[in-house]
């Protein structure tokens, strides 16, 4: 006998639910120790149920007996290294540090007062067979503030410069809708807002149009006196 067809599915939402012994102190320990929001309390005072969120995902805290065997939780995030910091400084037990796995994810593992494993991590995008290739010299020179951003992006991302600009080249390459893909997460699209003040740039991402080095703008003052 066959079975029925499966119908299309759809599923907005996954709720992960942990019970714990003491929801509002697990709520502290997930709001102020981990980085997570409160989304709601439920069942009375003091709460029997809490939902916390980490961006959009969000789990359920239930008041019960812990039980963490066999169960782990994953979260992809934006930058895992800047959340372990954030975990790590406020004392989290940390079980594994950040590490890049062979299958496209940089994550660490922390435990919850429970007994709960908590692995967070970002993508890195280095499945798949290596790409053998031959680098050249090319002769470029960049303006002075948008030079030092590089550098120091190149650094955060922890990759080399020649890496961060092949990145960047082969993802504007790329369409995407209506623009271009873009090699950078919101949490590296933050910081590189954050450079962008560090090193005083103050123009759009248009101006290369515009762009007029001092000594030729000297030069042709020079010439046309």
């Not at 009375?44 to 969000?58: F, H, K, S, Y």
């Not at 948008?146 to 369409?175: N, V, W």
């Not at 991402?205 to 020079?222: D, L, M, P, W």
């Amino acid at each position: 006998m066959s079975n029925p067809t499966t119908p299309h599915i759809d599923c907005e939402r996954h709720h992960t639910t942990l019970f714990v012994s003491d929801v509002p102190a697990a709520v502290d320990f997930y709001t102020n120790k981990l980085g997570f929001s409160l989304g709601f309390t439920w069942g009375g005072d003091p709460p029997t149920m809490a939902g916390v969120n980490l961006g959009e995902v969000q789990i359920f805290l239930n008041q019960g007996t812990p039980n963490p065997e066999g169960c782990v939780l994953h979260f992809v995030v934006g930058d895992a290294d800047e959340l372990y910091e954030f975990q790590r400084a406020n004392g989290v037990e940390i079980v594994t540090p950040p590490e890049d796995m062979p299958y496209g994810v940089r994550s660490y593992t922390v435990r919850d007062p429970g007994g709960y494993l908590l692995d967070f991590g970002h993508y890195i995008y280095n499945v798949g067979a290596p790409v053998m290739i031959e680098r050249v010299d090319v002769p470029v020179r960049l303006e002075k503030r948008l030079a030092a951003l590089l550098y120091d992006l190149a650094e955060h991302k922890r990759m080399s410069l020649s890496s961060c600009l092949e990145e960047i080249l082969l993802h504007t390459s790329e369409p995407l809708g209506d623009g271009v893909a873009s090699p950078h997460t919101k949490s590296q699209l933050r910081y590189i807002q954050s450079l962008k003040a560090k090193h005083g740039i103050d123009y759009d991402c248009h101006a290369s149009y515009r762009f007029v080095e001092e000594e030729t703008q000297g030069a042709h003052a020079k010439k046309s006196g």
